[in-house]
Nanobody, 125 residues
Framework: QVQLVESGGGSVQAGGSLRLSCVAS????????LGWFRQAPEKEREQVAA????????SYADSVKGRFTISRDNVKNTLYLQMNNLKPEDTAMYHC??????????????????WGQGTQVTVSS
């Protein structure tokens, strides 16, 4: 069983930055497909960033390209999301997700069986 715990959310003004972290346990992170999703109120959950198991390949939703950077440290079993130039429309609950398979870029929530509890990001204008 894979457990995921996110941290790093908070409230910032537009243009600010936050760095989210997600610690994985119960399985070697180097064998996990990991990604970041977000869900705003009354909206569907969407994947914003994906990273291959070795960290070489990364994919981003168009809405965050150039502002968000996904990375991972497989020694620390940790996934990161650096978020810069935040906008009010980035306000959402952010979740990390995992599966024991190779990643295929951005994917749908149903493809991931393991989820963290989420960390709230609120961006004010």
């Amino acid at each position: 069983q894979v457990q995921l715990v996110e941290s790093g959310g908070g409230s910032v003004q537009a243009g600010g930055s936050l760095r989210l972290s997600c610690v994985a346990s119960g399985y070697s992170a180097s064998s996990l497909c990991l990604g970041w999703f977000r869900q705003a109120p009354e909206k569907e959950r969407e994947q914003v960033a994906a990273i291959s198991r070795g960290g070489l390949y990364r994919s981003y939703a168009d809405s965050v390209k150039g502002r968000f950077t996904i990375s991972r440290d497989n020694v620390k079993n940790t996934l990161y999301l650096q978020m810069n130039n935040l906008k009010p429309e980035d306000t959402a609950m952010y979740h990390c997700a995992a599966d024991r398979r190779p990643c295929n870029g951005l994917d749908v929530p149903a493809s991931f069986p393991y989820w963290g509890q989420g960390t709230q990001v609120t961006v004010s204008s």
